[in-house]
């Protein structure tokens, strides 16, 4: 069994810069893909970025990519999210997400998740 906390939500203003953090315990971290997904309040929760269990592989979603890196730190167990340049459209529940074989945007790929943390841009 995997658990994943995220933390590093909060409020900002628009064009300000934020990090997310997932800690993960119960597991061999460093063997797991890890991902990021959003859920606004209405509205379907949606692929942000993701990380194969070496860093070497990186995916993003297009409204995302420039702005935001994902990065990961196996000794620490720790999977991140730097949020740069944010948007309104950014306001979202953030998610991590971790598998051992799945690497993609599906949310059904993903096994284990976490609570969410909140972040709210203001314009």
């Known amino acids: 069994q995997v658990q994943l906390v995220e933390s590093g939500g909060g409020l900002v203003q628009a064009g300000g810069s934020l990090r997310l953090s997932c800690a993960a315990s119960?597991?061999?971290?460093?063997?797991?893909?890890m991902g990021w997904f959003r859920q606004a309040p209405g509205k379907e929760r949606d692929f942000v970025a993701a990380?194969?269990?070496?860093?070497?592989?990186?995916n993003y979603a297009d409204s995302v990519k420039g702005r935001f890196t994902i990065s990961r730190d196996n000794a620490k167990n720790m999977v991140y999210l730097q949020m740069n340049s944010l948007k309104p459209e950014d306001t979202a529940v953030y998610y991590c997400?971790?598998?051992?074989?799945?690497?993609?945007?599906?949310?059904?790929?993903?096994?284990?998740w976490g609570q969410g943390t909140q972040v709210t841009v203001s314009s």
């Open positions: 119960g597991g061999t971290f460093s063997t797991y893909h």
């Open positions: 990380i194969n269990w070496s860093g070497g592989i990186i």
């Open positions: 997400a971790a598998d051992r074989s799945y690497l993609g945007t599906r949310i059904e790929g993903y096994y284990y």
